[in-house]
Nanobody
Framework: QVQLVESGGGLVQPGGSLRLSCAASGRIFSIYDMGWYRQAPGKQRELVAVITRGGSTTFADSVKGRFTISRDNAKNTVHLQMNSLKPEDTAVYYC???????????WGKGTLVTVSS
């Protein structure tokens, strides 16, 4: 089992920045892709950004140029730096990781990001 714990959410004004972090713990033998998803009220969960173990990244079009994703394989952590935040970025952000020989997908419980003046 792998547990993912997110941190760093909160209230920020439009144009501001936040940094989300996610730490993986438990019976970790190997973690492959790690990423962030978000779910706004009344909407489906959507991909924000993914980073492979080797550092390749993918971003949703809506966050390209504003968000960056990074990871520390030694510490089993992944971070999402969010800049130039917009009200439409308001959502619960979930950490996601693919781990183990079966490439099982694990989810954190989420952290709320609210962008509002």
């Amino acid at each position: 089992q792998v547990q993912l714990v997110e941190s760093g959410g909160g209230l920020v004004q439009p144009g501001g920045s936040l940094r989300l972090s996610c730490a993986a713990s438990g019976r970790i033998f190997s973690i492959y892709d790690m990423g962030w998803y978000r779910q706004a009220p009344g909407k489906q969960r959507e991909l924000v950004a993914v980073i492979t173990r080797g550092g390749s990244t993918t971003f949703a079009d809506s966050v390209k140029g504003r968000f960056t994703i990074s990871r520390d394989n030694a510490k089993n952590t992944v971070h999402l730096q969010m800049n130039s935040l917009k009200p439409e970025d308001t959502a619960v952000y979930y950490c996601n990781a693919e781990a183990g020989a079966s490439h099982r997908v694990y989810w954190g419980k989420g952290t709320l990001v609210t962008v509002s003046s």
